[in-house]
């Protein structure tokens, strides 16, 4: 799983928004979808309030 998402960030420059979002938030990439939580917090990359299930 680590190898597929140092591909698709090799795939983007370093100073990229959608690189340095995958950087932040990888972990939350690799997990089931079942044991992400509904809560929201705000998401200073997206400048927007998110739940888990929803990034």
Do not use: C, G
């Not at 089931?32 to 509904?38: A, E, G, Q, V, W």
């Amino acid at each position: 799983m680590s190898r597929v998402r140092v591909q698709i960030m090799n795939q983007f420059h370093r100073k990229s928004h959608e690189y340095k979002a995958i950087k932040r938030y990888w972990k939350l990439i690799q997990q089931y979808s079942r044991k992400l939580s509904d809560k929201r917090f705000y998401r200073p990359t997206f400048r927007m309030h998110l739940t888990n299930k929803e990034f």
